[in-house]
């Protein structure tokens, strides 16, 4: 669960609509400027094979992860020929993790078990909510029970690892709404839940809605009372926290996401992709059109790269491995930050355990604040 592996994320940009609370590197039809799924899958063909070379031969890869965007658009063909441009310049390990981000509508019976017969091994769901008006703040488009009768498609289907996503403290849910939400996602049979907190993030419509006082901005309160309620459903359904955000039944962790919190190595593909190989931190340009030109030239489509510093690599472990259940080796922290450390202890934001500095739950609601003061 812990050791760091290569992986592969590759990014699908295309949406049919944009919901309100995105600001992913996404691109709905009118947005595309000729871009389109045949000339973007030649590309990824083209930069797998660039990755390849870069990397010195056909690496070994334990995680796939296909996102967007909305990856089920491109339907059970064209993921399977993701994957089958995955295998073409790369090696699966026995047992790989082969996880695609789907969006309920664009799912069925047909679609879950062609996936399966490809290779794919994990199903990612953005659920959200079950409840119309808080579907509508976020603009979602798929029906209330729709996510949830698709994760139990999937699991039908034969995929044993099935996540729903879903989002809370959304303006005018309820606590009721959230209840019915982690009601219908225990009933679908599934093995995780991912959990965020609505944030408005700037440029968004959501956040132009707010500023013009048409809805009101998520209350910090009322988040941590829907946390508080998240992972205590969860915890009675047999569910354990492993991230702040994430819990699963046992074996159910996603080891892709472990692979980034835990230090891991990936090749990331698409347009917008991060990656990140010995110790060289870069991303893609954006735009579908703009990506497939450079790659039409032979060149990888890199649009920045840094080296992050020994104090910035620092800051990035203590602030991705404090999130974890595990924990992060208190060996970890330089001395004047183990000093912080026994505040945060004594303030009963944290507790060792080994020796290991956890999070205790009302650290789990508080965070990104120990880690500032970690580091402070």
Not at 114 to 136: C, E, F, K, N, W
Not at 348 to 354: A, D, E, I, T, V
Request: proline share 6%; with cysteine.
């Amino acid at each position: 669960m812990t050791s760091p592996a290569f992986g592969i994320y590759v990014h699908v940009p295309f949406c049919a609509t944009r919901c309100g609370y995105c600001d992913f590197n996404t691109y709905t039809p009118g947005e595309l400027g000729g871009a389109n799924p045949g000339g973007w899958l030649d590309a990824v063909r083209i930069e797998l094979r660039l990755a390849a070379a870069q990397l010195g031969g056909r690496q070994a890869v334990r995680t796939v992860f296909v996102g967007g965007g909305t990856p089920s658009l491109l339907g059970a063909d064209g993921l399977a020929a993701v994957l089958d441009a995955i295998r073409s310049e790369f090696d699966l390990e026995p047992g790989a993790e082969i996880t695609t981000e789907s969006n309920p509508e664009s799912t069925s019976p047909r679609f879950f078990a062609d996936l399966r017969a490809a290779g794919y091994t994990r199903i990612s769901l953005g659920m959200q909510s079950t409840a119309p008006h808080v579907l509508a703040v976020l603009d979602r488009v798929h029906s209330p029970g729709r996510a949830p009768a698709a994760a139990a498609e999937a699991r039908a289907e034969g995929f044993d690892h099935v996540n729903l996503d879903v989002i809370y403290g959304t303006p005018g849910e309820t606590d009721d709404d959230l209840a019915r939400t982690i009601d219908a996602a225990l009933g679908a049979g599934i093995d995780h839940v991912s959990a965020y907190a609505l944030i408005v993030e700037e440029g968004t419509a959501l956040a132009r809605r707010v500023r013009r006082g048409e809805i009101p901005a998520p209350d910090d309160d009322v988040l941590a009372t829907r946390y508080e309620m998240l992972d205590s459903r969860l915890s009675d359904a047999g569910f354990e926290w492993y991230e702040v955000s994430n819990w699963s039944r046992p074996g159910g962790e996603c080891l892709h996401n472990l692979g980034y919190w835990n230090g891991g190595e990936w090749w990331g593909a698409g347009p917008g992709a991060h990656g990140y190989v010995d110790g060289v931190r870069w991303w893609n340009v954006k735009h579908p059109s703009a990506y497939a030109d450079v790659l039409s030239r032979g060149e990888l489509p890199v649009a920045g790269r840094e080296e992050p510093t020994p104090s910035e690599r620092h800051l990035e472990e203590v602030m991705l491995r404090v999130r974890l259940r595990e924990g992060m080796p208190a060996s970890v922290l330089a001395d004047d930050e183990r000093g912080h450390a026994e505040t945060l202890c004594a303030d009963g934001l944290l507790r060792l355990r080994g020796d290991s500095l956890v999070l205790t739950d009302r650290g789990r609601l508080l965070a990104d604040a120990v880690v500032r003061d970690l580091l402070s």
